[in-house]
C-alpha cells in the first residue's frame, strides 16, 4: 500500500472511519479541532454514510456517545484537555454501563484552561481515573501519526472485546504534525445481536424473543453494586493480564533506561542515537498502553544486568513518575527529566542530565 502524507488529527479521523466508527459527536477545542472538521465532511461521503454532530457542549458530546454505544455501534468523541474534563462524569457513566466506544484526548497544556499547545498533564486524569468510582479506561499513547492509526483500530477492538471505552492520549504535536502513512482498509462494521446481546437492537413487542436490553450506570442497592464491581474489576485483571503494549528500545547493553512516552519519547530516541553513536549505552521502555501500564518490563529493565540508573522524562511534573516507581519498586536509582504546562524537553537538556547520571555512577 502507498504511503499518504497526512496530518495527525485527520489521520486519527480516517482511521476511526476505516475501522467501522460510524457516530462522531464532538466540539471544538484547539489543538484537536481539525478532528471533528474532519469528520463533518467525511461522515456524509458515499462510502461512509454515517452521522456527525456537533454538539452544544463536551458534556452533551459525551452523552450523546453514550446513547449511540447503547445500540451496539462504534461511537466516538474526541476532544482537548479541559473538554476532557467536562466529559469525565459521562466517561464513568460509560464505565459503570459498560459501553463500549472511543475517546480521543489531545492534550494541551494546563491546569485550567492552560495554553493551546502540546502537553502531557493528563495521565493522572487517564490512568487514575478522571471521574468518580473504581473504574479503568484502556490509554493508547503513541508516539507518531502511523501509531495513533494504528491504536484507533486497536481501541475500537478492545473496547467491543472488554464492553469498556478506550482513550488515545495523543499530545498536541502528534494532532498537528503531517507524516508518510499507510491506512487500513475500509471495514464495514455492523452490529451483530448475537456477538452483543447486551445492546438494545430492537425489540418486538409482538413478537418477544429474549430480554430486552436493560443499560444503566445507576445501582441503588449496596449489592448490586458489589455485583457491578466484582465483574468490572475482574475485566480489568484480564486486561492487564493480556493487553499490555511497550516498545524496548537499545536495551542490549543498556547502562540507563529512559521512560518515556508520545512525542517525549521521540526526542529521547534521538538523543539514544546520538550517545550509542558515541559509545554510551542508553535503552529506553516506551510505554504505548499507559493503562494497563508495563510493570514487568519497566521492572525488568531497570534490574538487567549492567543497568545502573533509570531517567524518567515526560513533558509535566512527573506524573508517569508514580508507576515508574512502583514498577521499580525501590531496586534501582531513578530521576526525573520534565517541564509542565507546554515546554518540551530538548534533545540538549536530556542528554546532558544523562551525562551527569553516567558521570555520578
Avoid at 452544544?56 to 473538554?83: C, D, F, K, L
Avoid at 482498509?185 to 430480554?211: I, L, R, S
Wanted: proline fraction near 5%; hydrophobic fraction near 40%; include cysteine.
Amino acid at each position: 500500500m502507498a504511503k499518504k502524507l497526512m496530518k495527525g488529527s485527520e489521520a486519527i479521523a480516517e482511521a476511526a472511519i476505516r475501522n467501522g466508527c460510524r457516530f462522531f459527536f464532538g466540539y471544538p477545542i484547539t489543538p484537536q479541532t481539525e478532528i471533528p472538521e474532519y469528520f463533518s465532511e467525511r461522515m456524509f461521503e458515499e462510502d461512509v454514510k454515517g452521522c456527525f454532530l456537533q454538539a452544544e457542549s463536551e458534556v452533551s458530546a459525551i452523552n450523546m456517545v453514550y446513547g449511540a454505544a447503547t445500540t451496539g455501534v462504534r461511537a466516538m468523541t474526541s476532544s482537548s484537555s479541559p473538554g476532557i474534563s467536562l466529559k469525565q462524569e459521562g466517561i464513568s457513566s460509560l464505565c459503570a454501563a459498560e459501553l463500549p466506544c472511543v475517546i480521543v484526548n489531545v492534550m494541551r497544556g494546563g491546569p485550567g484552561i492552560g495554553s493551546i499547545q502540546a502537553g502531557q498533564g493528563d495521565y493522572y486524569q487517564a490512568v487514575k481515573g478522571g471521574g468518580h468510582g473504581d473504574y479503568h479506561l484502556i490509554v493508547f499513547a503513541p508516539s507518531s501519526v502511523q501509531e495513533a492509526i494504528d491504536c484507533m483500530g486497536k481501541a475500537f477492538d478492545l473496547a467491543d472485546k472488554y464492553r469498556t471505552p478506550a482513550m488515545i492520549c495523543a499530545d498536541g504535536i502528534i494532532a498537528q504534525m503531517m507524516e508518510p502513512v499507510e491506512l487500513p482498509d475500509m471495514k464495514e462494521y455492523k452490529v451483530d445481536p448475537a456477538k452483543k446481546p447486551w445492546a438494545a437492537t430492537g425489540y418486538d413487542c409482538k413478537n418477544p424473543v429474549g430480554q430486552r436490553a436493560d443499560i444503566t450506570s445507576l445501582y441503588v442497592e449496596t449489592e448490586e453494586l458489589d455485583v457491578l464491581h466484582e465483574r468490572l474489576q475482574g475485566t480489568y485483571k484480564v486486561i492487564e493480564a493480556n493487553e499490555v503494549q511497550f516498545e524496548a528500545y537499545n536495551m542490549e547493553k543498556a547502562e540507563i533506561v529512559v521512560t518515556a512516552f508520545g512525542t517525549v519519547a521521540r526526542i529521547a530516541k534521538s538523543v539514544i542515537d546520538e550517545l550509542e553513536a558515541q559509545g554510551i549505552h542508553v535503552g529506553m521502555i516506551r510505554p504505548i498502553t499507559l493503562w494497563p501500564f508495563p510493570y514487568d518490563a519497566v521492572h525488568q529493565a531497570a534490574t538487567q544486568n549492567g543497568v545502573k540508573a533509570v531517567l524518567d522524562v515526560e513533558m509535566n511534573a512527573g506524573q508517569m513518575l508514580d508507576d515508574v516507581k512502583i514498577a521499580v519498586n525501590g531496586e534501582q536509582k531513578i530521576e526525573f527529566l520534565g517541564h509542565c504546562g507546554s515546554h518540551l524537553p530538548t534533545v540538549e537538556e536530556i542528554k546532558a542530565k544523562i551525562l551527569a547520571m553516567k558521570e555520578g555512577m
